[in-house]
């Protein structure tokens, strides 16, 4: 690998076949990250705001581990399940990046996992 294998307790743990995330020089690639509270293994709960919530709060615990924060984030790639809870995500969203929020876009999820219903994707820049 071209990059330091980041991983943490605070977050889902990665699996033998991806990291939670990867530092290559200046940049932290996080990987898709889902709602899933670390304490229990467990979805943090039904809805899109409880998961979208651990789901950013999973992100920022691995930046951390990988020396960075939230500040440092430039482009973010959320993936919803149904597109109908794209104002329901931006609301919790904003709670993270209330202001000068990184660049971002929207997919749909691709993969079907029960009760799944988002993924978060970041990349963050730690470079003068």
């Keep these: 690998m071209a990059g330091e294998r980041i991983e943490t307790p605070d977050a889902p743990s990665g699996l033998p076949y991806y990291s939670q995330a990867v530092k290559a020089g200046d940049w932290i690639f996080v990987a898709g990250t889902i709602g899933v509270d670390p304490s229990t293994g467990k979805l943090a709960g ?21 020396g960075a924060d939230l500040s440092d984030v430039v482009d973010v790639h959320q993936l919803l399940l149904n597109p109908e809870d794209a104002d329901a995500f931006n609301d919790v969203y904003l709670t993270f990046f209330p202001e000068d929020p990184p660049a971002r876009c929207v997919s749909k999820l691709g993969v079907n996992r029960p ?14």
């Design 115 to 128: 009760g799944i219903l988002i993924s978060v994707k970041m990349t963050a820049f730690v470079g003068a």
């Design 46 to 66: 039904p809805g899109i705001e409880e998961q979208a919530r651990q789901a950013l709060t999973n992100c920022r615990s691995i930046l951390r581990a990988a």
